[in-house]
């Protein structure tokens, strides 16, 4: 069903234009998905709309203190974003600088969204591939947990900065707390904060606390999970509905729809927003 409303937007999308740009930047803005859209139906709805292939298998009824808030960007909104992240002569895309203080960060004037997660959630690897589109920005991925150590800015066009903060948890920098709690609570044009959550083990301790943050410094924040094609199907449809009702019942600044990010897809398809590593 949600492949075939993707499928019914094509032609929305290349009728928007101008809107998306022109020329060889409008193109490569949306090529990536014009493959996307030739795969089979149940390949395409997995690939974009992976919580609606895993509420398939919820039974209605069974628990009605469960459920999952299904979020349907349209294909117009994904080519939109998409070309935030496609670096042109017009849309440059570069790193900025690094801070290890909220005082030694850029006095910027741009909006600004950051990526905030335990140590080997995936952090780095999703920004990673959200300038798949830009590769000639540089992020540093390790396999070693707690390799991002300072708050490290992007630019990402004439719209908004992105700052990937270094994880918690394990191996986290000594004065983490310092640096990300003074970041989030002063940082004026802070707009949004994507906090990432392992779907493999939940929401553990050391998120509780991030989550504290964002609650008690009143910031709408996004709870992204990783790593959605790690557990078994079962074992991820019990944790997505923990969060979830986590979400709807212990939050007030949280975006009430999760957002799903798989483990390798996005080297065959970069898709930002909706694929990691």
Known sequence: MAAHRLRQSVGRLFAMGPELGSGRRAFSAFQAFTEVLRLPSKQLTKLVFPLEELHEHFVPGSRPDLHLNIFHPSLEDIARAESFFTASARNR???LTSAVRLDHAPDLHRPEVCFIG???VGK????KALFSLAPEVEVRVSKKPGHTKKLNFYKVGKYFTLVDMPGYGY???EDFVDMVETYLKERKNLMRTFLLVDSVVGIQKADNIAIEMCEEFALPYVMVLTKIDKPSKGHLLKQVLQIQKFVDTKTQGCF???FPVRLLS????????IEGR
């Open 118 to 120: 335990r140590s080997n």
């Open 256 to 258: 009430p729809q999760l």
């Open 266 to 273: 996005w080297v065959k398809y970069p898709m930002p927003g």
């Open 124 to 127: 780095s690897s999703l920004i």
């Open 171 to 173: 191996r986290a920098p």
């Open 93 to 95: 895309i570069e790193y």
